[in-house]
């Protein structure tokens, strides 16, 4: 009987102690959590002039109805001297650590530069498989970039055919370097497709500063892509 009573003693103990310490665990911690809310306000992907200053559209946030937009912390590389891609990150936190992020592109371009800018890749260019030609049949937009080092940043030397006609995504654009010789001859120092880990066969291309023009062809995996992107 008493070693009943002992051990029956010792349960209520242990469960005591055990309760007590589930309790100063959990002491102070929120049970319910309200996840913060961050919208942009303009465009998320942006154009503008080399050497402006830059107006950021900006956002709202809020948490559990209220406006947190005071809270919300901004990280960027924005260099509006320099023409380039850049990036605009916007973040916001709630007390248990758990955030809402935004991003915003800001492509700085310089309006005086011959060849920089926006192009369209013809609805009229192809791709040629076995001897069979499809059109790109609309029109893409492309971005020319000068590195001012000789070469040309490309976002797709594919002319959108997969990026943006096929819709697989930025993945699947071919970024690429060029450089325009005195005659106008292009050539390439690099391209490579991120989403496949691959790059052209071949490229070859000319440039017309009369008419700001490109026509480029493009050799990869076993099919041709000849376009003509012409500046906006």
């Known amino acids: ?7 029956a003693m010792m349960l209520a103990l242990i469960s005591f102690a055990m309760t007590s310490c589930g309790d100063k665990e959990s002491e102070g911690l929120s049970r319910l959590t309200y996840y913060p809310l961050l919208e942009l306000k303009g465009e998320s992907y942006m154009y503008v002039a080399k050497g402006t200053n830059f107006t950021d559209p900006g956002f709202e946030a809020s948490l559990n109805g209220e406006d947190v937009s005071d809270q919300v912390n901004i990280n960027s590389n924005l260099n509006m001297k320099k023409s380039g891609i850049y990036t605009i990150v916007y973040s916001v936190k709630n007390s248990d650590g758990f955030s ?7 492509v700085v371009l310089d309006p005086n530069n011959a060849v920089e800018g926006i192009y369209t890749c013809k609805a009229t260019s ?39 006609r096929a819709g697989y995504g930025s993945n699947y654009a071919m970024e690429g370097l060029l450089t325009i010789d005195e ?35 493009v050799l990869y995996a076993a099919m041709n892509f000849v376009q003509t992107w012409v500046k906006n």
């Open 100 to 106: 809402a992020n935004a991003k915003r592109t800001v």
């Open 126 to 164: 192809y791709r040629q498989r076995e001897g069979a030609q499809v059109a790109y049949g609309r029109d893409f937009e492309i971005l020319v970039i000068d590195n001012e080092d000789g070469t040309y940043f490309v976002d797709d030397l594919l002319g959108g055919w997969y990026c943006q």
């Open 183 to 217: 005659d106008g001859t292009v050539g390439c120092e690099y391209a490579h497709v991120a989403g496949w880990n691959d790059g052209p066969n071949d490229l070859t291309g000319s440039y017309d500063a009369a008419t700001k023009t490109f026509n480029i062809n």
């Open 1 to 7: 009987m008493k070693k009943n009573i002992f051990f």
